[in-house]
């Protein structure tokens, strides 16, 4: 309610702005120069074309860093009139925009200029209370249209954390010409890798190095694709002085364990249990007779806390140092390194050693092994030392320091054991000094995501049914129905079922509701009763109609287009489903539809009808498989989901006897 | 100030006022005692199973002159009872919005655990942070976390925020919260001082608190207990219709009936647009070469009418593509001729011009004043135009008066924007109040006109042709939706919706037609193809005739209901589907759904019938809803009107079986 609040304020200042009135401005060459190269002709679904996209970096030797950006975009339909706009970020404490300036040229020539007048700047994330980046957005879409150039140069400086970089070639606009070039203090050398693209090397004139890609493609959006992370093209820059390798006043880092005693610099001191930590730790695990029930004790409580995303001395570092566990404990409320923290100091006051691992969240594919930077994540998870008796699927052996139950202690409907989707798979850094390294997350089986649905159901003469039924899911699947469950009023949450229930079943009434969630093992049960008065049609009072799928298996995906330009994404689950129904006295089965069996790499779909002892039952079951499809498969995928939709409309017919 | 700033400000005032909820005068430190009982409470009092609930809920507001310049000082106090986690992670994140000439003073937050452990916030805690600037203007916020917020717990906090430059006058002061509040209570404290006629006043809305009882220090309080959580519902009245609320205002103690007050309104309107609607001879020229050959009364009303709307730009029309730059220079039309010679104007303008023109050509046509029933319903036993605001041109054809609103582009000759139907209609008037009710627009006013042309494969995919237009209030609504979009958004659009229903179908072929015609029905054009769109069997295929409907879900889903249900206007729906069958299958059984009928509110007439030759499928459907003007249906009329549409809901999902076999049978 509140973000809502935040925002309908921006829109009423921006509403309120006055309207701006330019006379015969003039802009500078380079835009000009831009306005007139020939754009290649698109799909029409491209809104506009970016014809330049330039960032000049100038370090010095003190350690500042200078940026100037140069960046003009051509509107090609009226959806693209949002592109005309200029947005930089930038830290309260750590940097500055200096300068921001932008210019729209007309089809006829007209321009017109934007200066500090018709800049905003306005705090970054609305809804975080505690955070220090803002943004400078000059919005010029109100004066575009088709045809129209808008361009626009930013000046900033900064003192960076780190000696390093990473520029992004192109968003989803297709990009004519895009450009970084790093100039460095005499005798300081750069490096530099390349992802989502081959690799991009760059130019170099005396200390200035320049990395360019000219004529990128648009990026289209579509279902269930890899995240644009990872299509983008991208590089990630080193630079340092060439003698020492060092940077002046920045870190730079040859490899993940450099990043890691970084890291272990900042958490390891504010782990340390004060009495108040201590004393909530063995209050907590007073109980518990093994390990596995400690841990789940205080993971309970620590994923209990309060999130506030604090984002407060980013430039001096801490964006990656959590509070001190005893602080944490007191206010009840922290962000993820704080979560991490505060659970890993409980553990340490009960001797179980636990080491913070940071990770990208959002897109597993995103941390790159080969460039060791902690600029890669955004996010911080926890690893805990176990032993044997502890068998999970989120145990992971590290070289050096053994056996790792990985846990998540800011997700607080992700139990001990599990993973939350978007983190499984992903590179992740062990913040353990020198031990520390880079190690992949594991990825859960579909079987550690399941739901089991149960479905007795009794058919009348006339079509109206009642019915029971039982559901227990587990992992992830679990974690999106506790979701619902904890995130909804005890009123919306029955709205909600009512909804899924009588989008299958018209005009259903619940009797019945009963969700049991067991957070601590993981599992979410869930018991729904109902009835539908006219749920089979009957026909000619001589054949009976009904569809056993009588309601939605939760998810669906749905590949609608004809064709497809990026690989498809699917994570990993499985359902199944056995649906009993006794059938009206007086009626026979004239015709079930066929089974189906469907089994690819990707996953495995069957149905089965049977009749016996006047029950019909009718199972299916779906078995979906992490893993990345290229696009040149796709009709295969789509073929395979087709199936699926197709097999759960398929009637049964009873006829009378 | 800009006037949009203004609004801008009474936006805020509002939101603040009904999310940050108000309270009486504390010192310092002073909190007011807590209850053990309250601490121990394990189950809310005035809703059960809600996360949090509110003890109290105090605001005081005062209005006070310091320096020469008004302000207003609002007191809030609350204290929330925390119940479960959801409600901790909902009750436990404050911010304060103010703007620049506001400020935020004396902010005091603790949280009292369970264990009577009490947390204060500190200082440092405090955020200010400015959420967004722009020139020299600046929206900030106070921001903080409340520390250590766990089930059992008590959250309170207190804030005093002073807006400079006005007093209280016509605000809204809500009652009700996003969770239950067990007392509400607003003090308010008037300015008054030698000179000043004005008194604030106070009048509730859907609430019936306590009396207002004078205070010692001046204040009049006034409370109400028990108050449940707001809760938003799919097809509910304008919020304000159901929320309680008081508007506090300031008015002159003019000692005037309802009655007097509106005939005084009526009368002084009638004046003020006397110039705004000036007959000029450019004017009668105008009117008269627009009338042309026509003879009746609504002839030369419906030209004149077209005329505003064809000839006239509309400036506010984001259609028209002003920028603001282009909006900036436009000129102030001061009378009906500047409109005329220019070509252009806002909505105020082509409505005066229209008056001006209906006027010359004979008839007697005044501004009429209405409210809007999107934002709440009106009373006019409540003397004040607060609430009537909105103003369209009445015009008297023999006997009775019509109404008309040339500026509202896309609203069909005859009807008006659905927010000003049925609505009470003050006639300006140098003598009377003419009150006259504006008629609503019957069903088949605004329909769906729907055609496919399809064809069945043996596989099941349908194929073929569609047409469907939208008329009245649906046209309206879809224009106003896309009319600044580009051929590709509308597009998307369309497919959006198709694709909600049906999630297979690939569209080709697609025309979007009319979108910005004032007349014409907005109509959509496609070519479609939906795989799987009939079941198959091992020997039969189940279709779904009601090819319009196929993959809607019911109306109203969930069984139980807060509020009135309401819809915005009656409509209608005329759909003729045929469907040519694959060869090799014939009828198994083609019944007809049912029809049924509710008149003169509702009916439902589908009929299934095959040609001849028994290979085609004819399926016609009608539907109406809102006849005899009945949109709105109490709470206790909520389970018939769900079953209603529930049986609408599957007869549209009634199946024809076709069975493999040689012979066709006709139903």
Request: with cysteine; hydrophobic share 40%.
């Given at each position: 309610?509140?973000?809502?609040?935040?925002?309908?304020?921006?829109?009423?200042?921006?509403?309120?702005?006055?309207?701006?009135?330019?006379?015969?401005?003039?802009?500078?060459?380079?835009?000009?120069?831009?306005?007139?190269?020939?754009?290649?002709?698109?799909?029409?679904?491209?809104?506009?074309?970016?014809?330049?996209?330039?960032?000049?970096?100038?370090?010095?030797?003190?350690?500042?860093?200078?940026?100037?950006?140069?960046?003009?975009?051509?509107?090609?339909?009226?959806?693209?009139?949002?592109?005309?706009?200029?947005?930089?970020?930038?830290?309260?404490?750590?940097?500055?925009?200096?300068?921001?300036?932008?210019?729209?040229?007309?089809?006829?020539?007209?321009?017109?200029?934007?200066?500090?007048?018709?800049?905003?700047?306005?705090?970054?994330?609305?809804?975080?209370?505690?955070?220090?980046?803002?943004?400078?957005?000059?919005?010029?879409?109100?004066?575009?249209?088709?045809?129209?150039?808008?361009?626009?140069?930013?000046?900033?400086?900064?003192?960076?954390?780190?000696?390093?970089?990473?520029?992004?070639?192109?968003?989803?606009?297709?990009?004519?010409?895009?450009?970084?070039?790093?100039?460095?203090?005499?005798?300081?050398?750069?490096?530099?890798?390349?992802?989502?693209?081959?690799?991009?090397?760059?130019?170099?004139?005396?200390?200035?190095?320049?990395?360019?890609?000219?004529?990128?493609?648009?990026?289209?959006?579509?279902?269930?694709?890899?995240?644009?992370?990872?299509?983008?093209?991208?590089?990630?820059?080193?630079?340092?002085?060439?003698?020492?390798?060092?940077?002046?006043?920045?870190?730079?880092?040859?490899?993940?364990?450099?990043?890691?005693?970084?890291?272990?610099?900042?958490?390891?001191?504010?782990?340390?249990?004060?009495?108040?930590?201590?004393?909530?730790?063995?209050?907590?695990?007073?109980?518990?007779?093994?390990?596995?029930?400690?841990?789940?004790?205080?993971?309970?409580?620590?994923?209990?806390?309060?999130?506030?995303?604090?984002?407060?001395?980013?430039?001096?570092?801490?964006?990656?140092?959590?509070?001190?566990?005893?602080?944490?404990?007191?206010?009840?409320?922290?962000?993820?390194?704080?979560?991490?923290?505060?659970?890993?100091?409980?553990?340490?006051?009960?001797?179980?050693?636990?080491?913070?691992?940071?990770?990208?969240?959002?897109?597993?594919?995103?941390?790159?092994?080969?460039?060791?930077?902690?600029?890669?994540?955004?996010?911080?998870?926890?690893?805990?030392?176990?032993?044997?008796?502890?068998?999970?699927?989120?145990?992971?052996?590290?070289?050096?320091?053994?056996?790792?139950?990985?846990?998540?202690?800011?997700?607080?409907?992700?139990?001990?054991?599990?993973?939350?989707?978007?983190?499984?798979?992903?590179?992740?850094?062990?913040?353990?000094?020198?031990?520390?390294?880079?190690?992949?997350?594991?990825?859960?089986?579909?079987?550690?995501?399941?739901?089991?649905?149960?479905?007795?159901?009794?058919?009348?003469?006339?079509?109206?049914?009642?019915?029971?039924?039982?559901?227990?899911?587990?992992?992830?699947?679990?974690?999106?129905?506790?979701?619902?469950?904890?995130?909804?009023?005890?009123?919306?949450?029955?709205?909600?079922?009512?909804?899924?229930?009588?989008?299958?079943?018209?005009?259903?009434?619940?009797?019945?509701?009963?969700?049991?969630?067991?957070?601590?093992?993981?599992?979410?049960?869930?018991?729904?009763?109902?009835?539908?008065?006219?749920?089979?049609?009957?026909?000619?009072?001589?054949?009976?109609?009904?569809?056993?799928?009588?309601?939605?298996?939760?998810?669906?995906?749905?590949?609608?287009?004809?064709?497809?330009?990026?690989?498809?994404?699917?994570?990993?689950?499985?359902?199944?489903?056995?649906?009993?129904?006794?059938?009206?006295?007086?009626?026979?089965?004239?015709?079930?539809?066929?089974?189906?069996?469907?089994?690819?790499?990707?996953?495995?779909?069957?149905?089965?009808?049977?009749?016996?002892?006047?029950?019909?039952?009718?199972?299916?079951?779906?078995?979906?498989?992490?893993?990345?499809?290229?696009?040149?498969?796709?009709?295969?995928?789509?073929?395979?989901?087709?199936?699926?939709?197709?097999?759960?409309?398929?009637?049964?017919?009873?006829?009378?006897? | 100030?800009?006037?949009?700033?203004?609004?801008?400000?009474?936006?805020?005032?509002?939101?603040?006022?009904?999310?940050?909820?108000?309270?009486?005068?504390?010192?310092?430190?002073?909190?007011?005692?807590?209850?053990?009982?309250?601490?121990?409470?394990?189950?809310?009092?005035?809703?059960?199973?809600?996360?949090?609930?509110?003890?109290?809920?105090?605001?005081?507001?005062?209005?006070?002159?310091?320096?020469?310049?008004?302000?207003?000082?609002?007191?809030?106090?609350?204290?929330?009872?925390?119940?479960?986690?959801?409600?901790?992670?909902?009750?436990?994140?404050?911010?304060?919005?103010?703007?620049?000439?506001?400020?935020?003073?004396?902010?005091?937050?603790?949280?009292?655990?369970?264990?009577?452990?009490?947390?204060?916030?500190?200082?440092?805690?405090?955020?200010?942070?400015?959420?967004?600037?722009?020139?020299?203007?600046?929206?900030?916020?106070?921001?903080?976390?409340?520390?250590?917020?766990?089930?059992?717990?008590?959250?309170?906090?207190?804030?005093?925020?002073?807006?400079?430059?006005?007093?209280?006058?016509?605000?809204?002061?809500?009652?009700?919260?996003?969770?239950?509040?067990?007392?509400?209570?607003y003090s308010l404290k008037p300015y008054s001082a030698a000179g000043f006629d004005f008194g604030m006043r106070a009048m509730t809305f859907q609430a019936q608190p306590s009396p207002f009882v004078k205070e010692k220090d001046g204040s009049y309080s006034t409370t109400m207990t028990n108050v449940p959580a707001f809760r938003e519902e799919p097809r509910m009245p304008p919020e304000d219709s159901v929320r309680p609320w008081m508007l506090v205002y300031y008015?002159?103690?003019?000692?005037?009936?309802?009655?007097?007050?509106?005939?005084?309104?009526?009368?002084?309107?009638?004046?003020?647009?006397?110039?705004?609607?000036?007959?000029?001879?450019?004017?009668?020229?105008?009117?008269?070469?627009?009338?042309?050959?026509?003879?009746?009364?609504?002839?030369?009303?419906?030209?004149?009418?077209?005329?505003?709307?064809?000839?006239?730009?509309?400036?506010?029309?984001?259609?028209?593509?002003?920028?603001?730059?282009?909006?900036?220079?436009?000129?102030?039309?001061?009378?009906?001729?500047?409109?005329?010679?220019?070509?252009?104007?806002?909505?105020?303008?082509?409505?005066?011009?229209?008056?001006?023109?209906?006027?010359?050509?004979?008839?007697?046509?005044?501004?009429?004043?209405?409210?809007?029933?999107?934002?709440?319903?009106?009373?006019?036993?409540?003397?004040?135009?607060?609430?009537?605001?909105?103003?369209?041109?009445?015009?008297?054809?023999?006997?009775?008066?019509?109404?008309?609103?040339?500026?509202?582009?896309?609203?069909?000759?005859?009807?008006?924007?659905?927010?000003?139907?049925?609505?009470?209609?003050?006639?300006?008037?140098?003598?009377?109040?003419?009150?006259?009710?504006?008629?609503?627009?019957?069903?088949?006013?605004?329909?769906?006109?729907?055609?496919?042309?399809?064809?069945?494969?043996?596989?099941?995919?349908?194929?073929?042709?569609?047409?469907?237009?939208?008329?009245?209030?649906?046209?309206?609504?879809?224009?106003?939706?896309?009319?600044?979009?580009?051929?590709?958004?509308?597009?998307?659009?369309?497919?959006?919706?198709?694709?909600?229903?049906?999630?297979?179908?690939?569209?080709?072929?697609?025309?979007?037609?009319?979108?910005?015609?004032?007349?014409?029905?907005?109509?959509?054009?496609?070519?479609?193809?939906?795989?799987?769109?009939?079941?198959?069997?091992?020997?039969?295929?189940?279709?779904?005739?009601?090819?319009?409907?196929?993959?809607?879900?019911?109306?109203?889903?969930?069984?139980?209901?807060?509020?009135?249900?309401?819809?915005?206007?009656?409509?209608?729906?005329?759909?003729?589907?045929?469907?040519?069958?694959?060869?090799?299958?014939?009828?198994?059984?083609?019944?007809?759904?049912?029809?049924?009928?509710?008149?003169?509110?509702?009916?439902?007439?589908?009929?299934?019938?095959?040609?001849?030759?028994?290979?085609?499928?004819?399926?016609?459907?009608?539907?109406?809803?809102?006849?005899?003007?009945?949109?709105?249906?109490?709470?206790?009329?909520?389970?018939?009107?769900?079953?209603?549409?529930?049986?609408?809901?599957?007869?549209?999902?009634?199946?024809?079986?076709?069975?493999?076999?040689?012979?066709?049978?006709?139903?």
């Amino acid at each position: 309610m509140r973000k809502s609040i935040l925002s309908i304020c921006f829109v009423l200042l921006l509403t309120a702005a006055p309207a701006a009135v330019a006379a015969a401005d003039e802009a500078p060459a380079w835009l000009h120069q831009a306005a007139a190269i020939k754009v290649p002709t698109y799909d029409k679904e491209v809104p506009a074309v970016v014809l330049r996209n330039e960032q000049a970096v100038t370090v010095s030797e003190e350690g500042r860093v200078n940026y100037v950006t140069t960046y003009a975009v051509r509107i090609l339909t009226r959806d693209g009139r949002a592109y005309a706009e200029a947005v930089e970020v930038y830290l309260t404490k750590a940097g500055k925009i200096r300068e921001m300036t932008a210019w729209l040229i007309r089809p006829n020539g007209f321009v017109k200029k934007y200066d500090k007048n018709e800049t905003v700047d306005r705090i970054s994330e609305p809804n975080d209370i505690y955070d220090e980046y803002r943004v400078k957005i000059i919005d010029a879409s109100d004066d575009a249209d088709v045809g129209v150039v808008f361009g626009y140069t930013a000046a900033s400086e900064e003192r960076p954390l780190f000696n390093q970089d990473v520029w992004r070639f192109q968003g989803r606009l297709p990009t004519l010409q895009s450009r970084y070039s790093l100039t460095l203090p005499s005798g300081w050398r750069a490096s530099s890798m390349t992802f989502n693209h081959e690799k991009v090397e760059p130019t170099i004139s005396g200390s200035t190095y320049a990395w360019e890609l000219l004529n990128l493609p648009p990026i289209k959006p579509e279902v269930s694709s890899p995240k644009l992370s990872n299509l983008a093209p991208r590089i990630a820059v080193n630079y340092a002085r060439g003698d020492t390798g060092a940077g002046a006043t920045a870190k730079t880092f040859e490899d993940w364990r450099q990043v890691s005693r970084w890291a272990s610099d900042l958490h390891d001191p504010q782990a340390v249990p004060d009495e108040s930590v201590t004393a909530k730790a063995r209050e907590l695990t007073v109980s518990s007779k093994t390990d596995l029930d400690r841990i789940r004790a205080i993971a309970h409580f620590v994923q209990r806390l309060q999130y506030i995303s604090i984002d407060i001395g980013i430039g001096k570092g801490n964006g990656y140092r959590p509070h001190a566990a005893a602080q944490v404990l007191a206010k009840a409320y922290g962000d993820c390194k704080d979560k991490a923290n505060l659970m890993r100091s409980m553990l340490r006051a009960i001797n179980i050693t636990a080491y913070p691992i940071v990770i990208y969240s959002g897109d597993p594919t995103y941390v790159r092994e080969e460039w060791a930077s902690p600029s890669q994540f955004n996010h911080c998870i926890i690893g805990i030392k176990v032993g044997d008796e502890i068998q999970a699927a989120t145990v992971i052996v590290h070289p050096v320091l053994g056996r790792l139950l990985i846990f998540d202690a800011t997700d607080e409907h992700t139990t001990v054991g599990d993973l939350p989707d978007e983190e499984q798979g992903s590179f992740a850094l062990i913040v353990a000094g020198d031990s520390g390294s880079l190690v992949r997350m594991p990825t859960m089986p579909p079987e550690s995501s399941q739901l089991e649905r149960q479905a007795e159901v009794e058919l009348s003469p006339l079509g109206a049914i009642t019915a029971k039924l039982k559901e227990q899911s587990t992992g992830q699947t679990a974690v999106s129905q506790r979701r619902a469950f904890r995130g909804l009023s005890s009123s919306g949450y029955k709205q909600m079922l009512e909804a899924w229930v009588t989008r299958g079943a018209t005009s259903a009434l619940i009797s019945r509701i009963e969700p049991v969630d067991n957070s601590v093992e993981g599992h979410f049960g869930l018991d729904v009763d109902f009835s539908a008065a006219q749920y089979g049609q009957l026909m000619q009072n001589r054949l009976l109609v009904f569809n056993p799928a009588i309601v939605s298996r939760r998810e669906a995906l749905f590949l609608t287009e004809a064709k497809r330009e990026h690989p498809i994404v699917l994570d990993s689950h499985t359902f199944t489903e056995v649906v009993r129904v006794k059938l009206p006295a007086g009626f026979e089965v004239d015709e079930m539809p066929d089974a189906v069996k469907l089994d690819t790499p990707f996953g495995s779909y069957k149905t089965s009808y049977e009749v016996k002892n006047g029950q019909l039952v009718f199972t299916r079951a779906l078995t979906q498989r992490a893993t990345t499809i290229p696009a040149a498969q796709y009709q295969a995928i789509r073929s395979f989901f087709e199936r699926i939709r197709a097999a759960e409309q398929a009637p049964v017919v009873l006829a009378r006897k | 100030m800009t006037k949009t700033l203004s609004i801008l400000i009474l936006y805020l005032s509002l939101l603040c006022a009904a999310t940050l909820k108000p309270s009486p005068v504390l010192a310092g430190s002073d909190w007011k005692p807590i209850d053990p009982a309250d601490l121990a409470l394990k189950t809310p009092k005035v809703e059960k199973d809600t996360d949090a609930e509110a003890l109290f809920w105090e605001v005081r507001v005062e209005d006070e002159v310091e320096g020469g310049s008004p302000r207003t000082v609002f007191r809030h106090y609350v204290r929330i009872k925390i119940f479960t986690e959801r409600g901790r992670e909902t009750q436990s994140k404050i911010d304060i919005p103010f703007l620049d000439n506001w400020s935020i003073q004396d902010i005091a937050a603790r949280t009292i655990k369970p264990d009577g452990t009490i947390l204060e916030i500190k200082k440092e805690d405090i955020l200010e942070r400015t959420i967004v600037k722009e020139g020299r203007t600046k929206i900030k916020a106070k921001s903080f976390a409340m520390p250590g917020v766990e089930p059992g717990a008590l959250i309170e906090y207190r804030w005093k925020e002073v807006r400079r430059d006005r007093f209280a006058n016509y605000i809204r002061l809500h009652f009700q919260r996003d969770v239950p509040v067990q007392v509400v209570k607003y003090s308010l404290k008037p300015y008054s001082a030698a000179g000043f006629d004005f008194g604030m006043r106070a009048m509730t809305f859907q609430a019936q608190p306590s009396p207002f009882v004078k205070e010692k220090d001046g204040s009049y309080s006034t409370t109400m207990t028990n108050v449940p959580a707001f809760r938003e519902e799919p097809r509910m009245p304008p919020e304000d219709s159901v929320r309680p609320w008081m508007l506090v205002y300031y008015s002159e103690d003019r000692k005037l009936t309802p009655d007097k007050f509106w005939k005084e309104f009526g009368k002084e309107n009638f004046e003020r647009y006397k110039s705004r609607t000036k007959v000029s001879d450019e004017v009668k020229q105008a009117a008269a070469t627009a009338i042309g050959d026509a003879t009746t009364p609504e002839q030369k009303i419906e030209r004149l009418f077209e005329f505003c709307r064809s000839k006239i730009k509309n400036t506010n029309d984001d259609a028209l593509g002003l920028t603001s730059e282009d909006r900036a220079k436009l000129k102030e039309n001061k009378t009906p001729a500047d409109t005329l010679k220019r070509g252009m104007g806002t909505g105020t303008d082509i409505d005066m011009l229209f008056a001006a023109l209906v006027t010359a050509a004979g008839f007697d046509a005044r501004v009429a004043n209405l409210s809007d029933r999107s934002d709440t319903f009106f009373e006019k036993s409540f003397p004040d135009d607060y609430f009537i605001q909105s103003y369209d041109i009445a015009v008297r054809v023999g006997d009775e008066w019509r109404f008309y609103d040339p500026a509202s582009t896309y609203v069909p000759f005859g009807m008006l924007r659905w927010q000003e139907e049925s609505q009470e209609a003050l006639v300006s008037d140098p003598k009377e109040a003419i009150w006259v009710k504006t008629p609503l627009s019957a069903p088949d006013k605004s329909k769906y006109k729907r055609v496919a042309k399809l064809r069945l494969s043996e596989d099941g995919t349908l194929e073929g042709d569609v047409k469907i237009e939208y008329y009245g209030h649906l046209a309206v609504e879809r224009k106003e939706w896309d009319d600044d979009d580009s051929p590709t958004q509308r597009e998307d659009t369309l497919k959006e919706i198709v694709k909600e229903r049906l999630s297979t179908a690939e569209l080709t072929d697609i025309r979007v037609e009319n979108v910005t015609d004032p007349v014409k029905p907005f109509t959509y054009v496609y070519h479609i193809r939906v795989p799987g769109y009939a079941q198959r069997t091992g020997k039969r295929l189940f279709l779904q005739p009601a090819f319009f409907q196929r993959g809607s879900g019911p109306l109203f889903a969930t069984s139980s209901r807060h509020h009135a249900v309401y819809f915005n206007y009656p409509w209608s729906e005329e759909d003729e589907v045929t469907i040519d069958l694959p060869a090799g299958f014939s009828l198994d059984s083609a019944e007809s759904p049912a029809g049924f009928s509710s008149a003169p509110i509702s009916e439902y007439k589908p009929t299934a019938a095959v040609t001849k030759d028994g290979r085609t499928l004819i399926y016609k459907r009608t539907f109406y809803f809102g006849g005899g003007g009945n949109i709105l249906f109490p709470v206790g009329a909520y389970n018939q009107l769900k079953a209603y549409f529930d049986q609408l809901h599957t007869q549209d999902n009634h199946t024809i079986t076709l069975k493999q076999a040689a012979v066709a049978a006709a139903p």
